[in-house]
């Protein structure tokens, strides 16, 4: 489905205020585009993608701006409208652009990403059974740890809205209140998410993984002459040899961006139509 038709199937205006995606900096003219999903604060995303920015601004030479969105629905609407030139998104919101809108899938990062289920520290949730009636909070419902936990949740015999409710937080200390006020005793959280809670909501918490998922993948969020597309993955895939590069690692975690392996394609196949009704 073309790029366009599709921001019709879904309902979605492209006119020029719904592309419009809040700078987390003072905007430059004509500055290339750095989009991050919002997983994290906007502080935090600011934070840990500082180092891509510079290492991209000397690169190309022009300004950069990081760039993202109110929530993740929001940011993978504006990436279908072209609103940026690179995209770092889930990698499950990743493929689906590529397969419906045929985005240019640039590379992926590694390490996988830890899925945890959290709990209270002094109110620990040891079986998924356990569950049963009451409420499991998630952040973003598109993201690939939330559909991984559903699944989880359903290969343990929970199925949501039936035997336990979805509650949603908009961001990752929203998760924690959740849970230290018991509205939910269960959260389902990727490990950046966790690492991003205030300290005190930390040490208040614990938590189990139970299961690994591919990182972002890096789109290009415009069509690109082939030229160019060459250049961008090529920078990308250089990046974590540079200083910069290695300051990125020690703030975000990422240790490299390299070419998506099948491996990761293949482990997030059977979440892509979950993730297209999520979207609708």
Known sequence: M????????????????????????????GAFQLAVMPNVSARIILTN??????????????????????DLREFYMR???????????????????????RFELLGGFEPPIP???????????????ALRGKALALANPQSLVALMAKA???????????????????????LGQLLLSGEAPLAAMSLGEFRAL????????????????????????K????????????LLYSFSDTELGREFQTLSGVQRIRAVPQSDLDAIAAALADTRAALR
């Open 2 to 29: 073309k790029r366009r038709a599709l921001l019709k199937h879904i309902g979605i205006g492209i006119g020029a205020a719904s592309l419009a995606a809040p700078a987390l900096h003072a905007q430059a003219p």
């Open 49 to 70: 993608y500082r180092p891509m920015r510079e290492y991209l601004a000397g690169q190309l030479g022009r300004a950069v701006e990081i760039v993202t969105a109110a």
């Open 79 to 101: 990436t279908l409208a072209g609103a940026y030139d690179l995209v770092f998104i889930a990698a499950n919101l990743a493929r689906v652009a590529e397969l419906d809108a």
């Open 115 to 129: 899925a945890l289920f959290v709990s209270r520290r002094d109110a620990p949730m040891d079986t998924p059974d």
């Open 152 to 174: 989880t949740l359903a290969s343990g015999g929970l199925r949501a809205e039936t035997d336990y409710r979805a509650v949603w937080a908009r961001n990752e200390d929203s």
């Open 198 to 221: 205030r300290e005190d909501l930390r040490q208040a918490l614990a938590f189990r993984e139970f299961v690994k998922v591919p990182n972002f993948f890096a789109l290009a969020g």
């Open 223 to 234: 069509p690109m002459a082939p030229a160019e597309s060459a250049r961008l993955r090529a």
